[in-house]
């Protein structure tokens, strides 16, 4: 506008604003450099400058949940071709939901994968996307998985950690299940069923919901396990499940009991001089006094 006449040159700020605001940002950032290698990784490593030893891959509870309770479930519907002689139908469109609980589910029927848990499923074993006629059955999906002949599950190159999902709460502290209770309130009854089943849905193995019961409880079967585990005896249950149960409740019990010690430097720093801290004016302790406190707990 100036170039061209409609309006005249007038003394502003503009231009050394947004100059002081440019050399911010450039000290700001001037010190995170990356290196030739760093740059290197950074593209390998899908942006991340940290790689974990293993990949992840998703356990949904409660998506195979729905499906033993019959209820509809969420999926990705595929779509592919039939193979074969066009006279035969092949060629045509066939689309099928693709879901991680009729993978479990409708597993190979034989015996290593009868035994097989959700948890030791999803760690070893994945679905390859590869047309077959379904003779080869030691890796081929049963009848009754809609994709059976578009997918089959093969081991995995290397095994993975399943990223596990469940409804909030469904694995409660193991001291509110009061296990040695033999009168519980209905309450607790309620909290064992709903743990027992978490458990048993991830580290027991079973194609429908009655495998998970014994006398239409899911409390019943867990501590058949259990007790055949402080009996040393073989179970059912992935041995290695029991310990992944008592890290969850080792963590929960810090959270809620813990309390994270403060800095070292935060720790010895004493702070006298009344501050401000937006509402009203205190004045602060020594930090020393809530870490010892925690220390004599």
Known sequence: MILSGEQERIPSG??????RMLCGLNAAVCRDVVSAPMAHLLICQDGKRFRYSHDFAPLLVHQMNDALAGRQTKG???RTRKTGKKSEGGGQEIMWLDTLSNDYIYRPSTQVFN??????????????????????KEFSFMDDHPGRLYVQCVPREHWVIPRVSFIKNSLCMIAD??????????????????YAKTALLQFYPYR?????????SYWMQFMVELQKKRRGMTTKFWDKGFDILQNIDDRL????HGKRP?????????YSQE???GTKKRKRGSDEDEFLDLDDN
């Open 14 to 19: 503009f231009g050394e604003g947004i100059s």
């Open 177 to 194: 299940l009061k296990i040695n209770n033999e009168h519980p309130s209905a309450n607790t009854i309620r909290i064992r069923e709903v």
């Open 253 to 256: 019990t810090m959270q809620k």
């Open 115 to 136: 035994n097989m848990s959700l948890y030791e499923f999803t760690m070893y074993y994945e679905k390859h996307f590869v047309s077959h006629d379904g003779s080869n």
């Open 262 to 270: 403060l800095d070292e430097v935060d720790r010895k720093t004493k």
């Open 275 to 277: 501050f401000d801290t």
């Open 76 to 78: 990705i519907l595929r």
């Open 208 to 216: 429908t919901d009655d495998d998970l019961k014994i006398n239409d």
